[in-house]
C-alpha cells in the first residue's frame, strides 16, 4: 500500500504545477518587480488608503485651528412696534413709528480666544506627528515583510537545488532500472524523499503567496506581480557596526510616536488655562439706535454687558481638565521608559542574533555547495546509502535555513529599531 501511495504522490508531482514548480522559474514566470525596500516603501506612500486617510486627519486638524482663529459673528437684533398707542395704526413704518435695532459683539477676555487657538495649534501638531509615526509603523511592517519574503524565497531556492539534485539521481536510476541493475522499490523511496522535498517547498511557496499578496496592497500593485526584494545583508551589517545604542537614546526623543505625547500634553495644558478662562466674565459690547424712545428721537447708545461668575466659576471644568493633564503627563513618561526600554531590549537582541551570523559564516561557505554534488555522485555509484543520503540533505538545509534565518533576525531588529535596511 505504501509504495501504491506513493506512486500516486509521484504522478501528482509530475502533473501538479504547484509541485512542479521551479524556484529559479518563479521569479520570470510572471510579471515581477525587483526592488529594494525604500523603492517599495515610496511606492506605498503613494498609494496606501491608511496612511492617504493619515493624511486628512492633519487636514481636519488645519482646518479647526483656521476655524478658532476665526471671531464669532456680530448678533445684530431689530424690534418695530406692532400698534402704536398714540395713533392706534398697526406697523407703522413712517417717522411716527417705533423701531429699536441693537448689534452686540462678544469680546474675549484672558485667553478666553487664545488659549483656544493654542490648543487647536498643538492639536494640529499632534495630528502630524500622529500622521509620521502612523508611517513609521507602516514602515516597520513593511520592511519585517518584505525581509521575510526574501528570506522564504533564498529558503525556496535552497529546496528546489535539492530537488534538482533528486532529479538527477531519479533519472540515473530509472536508467539503471531499465537495464535491470535498480529495483523499482529503491526508486520509490527515492521518490518518495523527493516528494518531501516538494512538500516542503509547497508550504514555503503558501507564505510567499501570503507575503507577496500582503506588499501588494501595501504598494497598490496588481495581484500579477511579483515582488523580488532586493537586500544586501553585507552592507546593512556594515551599517549596523557603525551604530551606537547611545546615539539611538539620544534621538529617541524625537520619535514621531515622543513628540506626539509631547504636544499632547502641551494641548492639555492649554486646556487647562483656557477652563480658567473661561470662568472670568463673558463680555459682550452692545451698541444700540431707537428711533422714537422714551427719551427722544434717534436715540443712540453704548453698552457693555457681562456675566457674573458667582453662581458658577467653571470649578468642574477645571478640575477635569488638570485630571486629563496629570493623566497625560504620566502616559508620556510611560511611554518614553517603555520606548527606551524596547530599545534596550531589542538592542540586545540583536547583537546577539548579529552573533550567530558571525559565527555561522565561519563554519559556511562554498564548499557545502560543492559537497551537495560530491554526495549526489557518490550515491550514484552507491558509495553511500539511501539514509546516508537523505541525512546529507537535512544537513545541508539545516545549514543554510540557519544562516539565512539569523540573517533574517538581524536584519528584522534593525528595523524594529527604526533603522532603515538597505
Not at 422714551?294 to 457681562?306: D, M, P, Q, W
Not at 544537513?395 to 538581524?410: A, G, I, P, R, W
Amino acid at each position: 500500500m505504501r509504495i501504491r501511495s506513493l506512486t500516486i504522490l509521484w504522478a501528482l508531482a509530475i502533473q501538479c504545477p504547484i509541485f512542479a514548480y521551479a524556484g529559479g522559474e518563479s521569479i520570470v514566470s510572471r510579471d515581477s518587480v525587483a526592488c529594494s525596500i525604500e523603492e517599495m516603501w515610496q511606492r506605498t506612500l503613494r498609494h496606501h488608503l491608511l496612511l492617504n486617510a493619515k493624511q486628512k486627519e492633519v487636514e481636519v486638524a488645519k482646518a479647526s485651528l483656521a476655524q478658532e482663529k476665526l471671531w464669532e459673528n456680530p448678533q445684530i437684533s431689530l424690534s418695530h412696534n406692532i400698534n402704536n398707542p398714540v395713533t392706534h395704526r398697526y406697523f407703522e413704518f413712517n417717522k411716527e413709528g417705533q423701531t429699536d435695532i441693537q448689534i452686540s459683539q462678544r469680546i474675549y477676555i484672558a485667553g478666553q480666544r487664545g488659549e483656544r487657538i493654542r490648543m487647536a495649534s498643538e492639536e494640529m501638531s499632534k495630528a502630524q506627528y500622529g500622521q509620521l509615526d502612523a508611517e513609521r509603523l507602516m514602515r516597520k511592517e513593511l520592511s519585517g515583510q518584505m525581509v521575510q519574503l526574501f528570506t522564504l524565497q533564498q529558503k525556496v531556492d535552497v529546496v528546489q537545488k535539492e530537488v534538482l539534485s533528486m532529479d538527477t539521481i531519479l533519472q540515473a536510476y530509472e536508467e539503471q532500472k531499465a537495464k535491470g541493475n535498480v529495483s523499482s522499490i529503491e526508486i520509490m523511496r527515492i521518490s518518495g524523499l523527493r516528494l518531501q522535498l516538494l512538500q516542503e517547498k509547497a508550504e514555503l511557496m503558501a507564505d510567499i503567496t501570503r507575503l507577496q499578496q500582503s506588499i501588494r496592497l501595501m504598494g497598490g500593485l496588481d495581484a500579477q506581480t511579483v515582488i523580488v526584494p532586493k537586500i544586501d545583508y553585507a552592507a546593512n551589517a556594515a551599517m549596523l557596526e557603525k551604530i551606537q545604542l547611545s546615539t539611538m537614546k539620544r534621538e529617541l526623543i524625537d520619535r514621531s510616536d515622543i513628540r506626539a505625547d509631547e504636544h499632547e500634553v502641551k494641548s492639555a495644558e492649554h486646556h487647562v488655562k483656557l477652563q480658567k478662562a473661561n470662568a472670568l466674565p463673558e463680555i459682550n459690547l452692545t451698541g444700540e439706535w431707537d428711533k422714537n424712545g422714551s427719551i427722544g428721537r434717534n436715540f443712540f447708545a453704548f453698552g457693555v454687558t457681562f456675566s457674573l461668575p458667582v453662581l458658577n466659576r467653571n470649578q468642574g471644568n477645571i478640575r477635569a481638565a488638570r485630571a486629563s493633564l496629570n493623566s497625560k503627563r504620566l502616559l508620556q513618561d510611560w511611554n518614553l521608559r517603555q520606548a527606551h526600554s524596547e530599545m534596550e531590549t531589542a538592542w540586545e537582541k540583536l547583537q546577539m542574533d548579529l552573533a550567530i551570523v558571525k559565527e555561522a559564516e565561519k563554519h559556511q561557505g562554498m564548499e557545502i555547495d560543492r559537497m551537495l554534488e560530491e554526495v549526489q555522485a557518490q550515491y550514484m555509484k552507491r558509495n553511500i546509502s539511501l539514509l546516508e543520503l537523505a541525512d546529507y540533505y537535512q544537513t545541508y538545509k539545516n545549514t543554510h535555513f540557519l544562516m539565512m534565518d539569523s540573517q533574517k533576525e538581524v536584519l528584522i531588529g534593525m528595523a524594529e529599531m527604526g533603522i532603515n535596511i538597505q
